[in-house]
């Protein structure tokens, strides 16, 4: 084998950029990480000052809010500025609150869906412009097995999913046009900080949730990120609009 091909093989994403939101832990920084290995540069955002801990060659850290429209426009264009193109969009961050509906006050319904969806609509808006005068660029959105199967106590969340699904496949009809690949992943239960805020200890509650799946345990963050450095790759070229389940089986489990 040619160094060439052997360097093409060992960095299938080299000359790609992304921008990652959540970048800060969990599958958003298990994103950064294999993409940045994979030959990409990456512009990393969260709200959480911890993001700047990833600065390094290749992977420039953003402070910022998802649920602003200042934001997605900032990110774009650093990535812009910083490299010189944008070809990836993983639009990864993600808030859950754990209440039944009645006791789910509208401030917090909105910030669920500020953050779960109309943060993934303001920075695929925002990252398509570019694409689009590319003609080419790949979008993969972070859902849950939630937008499929119904939980008690997780009304808004699974409806930020639900809504992120259909987000999903009405830009991948819009994109596809313009080179442009949009689809999600559907993750299951995995061992992130998502439920920090409404459990004693998120990550516990999360690996003993995920036992509940036909796998028989939670999944690692970057297990669910292999599947959307996939998606966001050319070996996924024919893929268009899916979302790609990897819950351990949760989705098609009998409740």
Known sequence: MSHAASSSHDAPLAGRVAIVTGAASGIGLATVELLHRKGARVVAVDRDNNVNALAREGVVPLVADVAREASATLAVQTALAQFGRLDILVNNAGIIINKPVVETSLEEWNQVQAVNVTGA???????????????????????????????????????????????????????????????????????????????????????????????????????????????????????????????????????
Do not use: W
């Open 121 to 255: 609509f303001l920075f695929s808006r925002e990252a398509m412009r570019p694409m689009m005068e590319a003609g080419s660029g790949a979008i993969v959105n972070i859902g849950s097995y939630a937008c499929y199967q119904a939980f008690p106590n997780i009304g808004a969340y699974a409806a930020s999913k639900g809504a992120l699904a259909q987000l999903t496949r009405t830009l991948a009809l819009e994109a596809i046009g313009h080179g442009i690949r949009v689809n999600a992943v559907g993750s299951g239960d995995a061992i992130t900080n998502i439920t920090n805020a409404i459990q004693p200890d998120g990550q516990a509650y999360l690996e003993a949730h995920g036992k509940k799946a036909p796998i028989g345990r939670a999944a690692r963050p970057e297990e669910i990120a292999e599947v959307v450095t996939f998606l966001a790759s050319d070996r996924a070229s024919y893929m268009v609009g899916a979302v790609v389940m990897a819950d351990g089986g949760m989705s098609v489990a009998i409740q």
